[in-house]
């Protein structure tokens, strides 16, 4: 899925942005519904893509990933076992740390006034989180590089 959602990425963001990928591993099967996988993923990514008006990179990278004792304990339905970790980076404005507490908020978006409802990504994402899936942000302003990272528990 992950493969087909790259390909439409590829014909239809501007071709100023450059997208690469890293499936490090062989991929796996998560524990989650498809089109739900398929609207976070796509919201990840547009939102990169808007982070990069004038181009950039957009990363996309899956690793297979036991969570660690101190990540469990940031995210409380977190568990200590397998997950498939989705990391959507870009090398765009960024996003500044002091905001980052509030993208999950329905109707907050850092886009200018008729450019965003900020309502694209707090309603995919809470949907996503209350089926065990975990959802987090890294902003760095130094690079302006922002990684979004979505996980879903690993099939057994």
């Known amino acids: 899925m992950v493969k087909d959602i790259v390909r439409l990425l590829e014909q239809t963001f501007p071709k100023n942005i450059q997208i690469y990928t890293d499936y490090a591993q062989e991929p796996a099967t998560?524990?989650?519904?498809?089109?739900?996988?398929?609207?976070?993923?796509?919201?990840?990514?547009?939102?990169?893509?808007?982070?990069?008006?004038?181009?950039?990179?957009?990363?996309?990278?899956?690793?297979n990933k036991t969570l660690d004792e101190a990540s469990v304990n940031i995210h409380p339905k977190a568990r200590l076992i397998p997950y498939l970790v989705f990391k959507i980076s870009d090398n765009g404005?960024?996003?500044?740390?002091?905001?980052?507490?509030?993208?999950?908020?329905?109707?907050?978006?850092?886009?200018?006034?008729?450019?965003?409802?900020?309502?694209?990504?707090?309603?995919?994402?809470?949907?996503?989180?209350?089926?065990?899936?975990l959802c987090w942000w890294k902003a760095s302003?130094?690079?302006?590089?922002?990684?979004?990272?979505?996980?879903?528990?690993?099939?057994g």
Do not use: Y
Request: with cysteine; net charge positive; hydrophobic share 40%.
């Open 30 to 63: 998560v524990l989650a519904d498809p089109s739900q996988l398929h609207q976070v993923l796509m919201n990840l990514c547009v939102n990169a893509r808007d982070a990069m008006p004038d181009g950039g990179v957009l990363f996309i990278t899956l690793e």
């Open 93 to 133: 404005v960024g996003i500044p740390p002091e905001i980052l507490d509030r993208i999950f908020d329905p109707f907050f978006t850092t886009k200018p006034q008729g450019k965003g409802t900020g309502l694209g990504w707090p309603p995919s994402s809470a949907s996503w989180r209350a089926t065990v899936g």
């Open 141 to 155: 302003r130094a690079g302006a590089q922002t990684s979004r990272f979505t996980s879903r528990p690993l099939r």
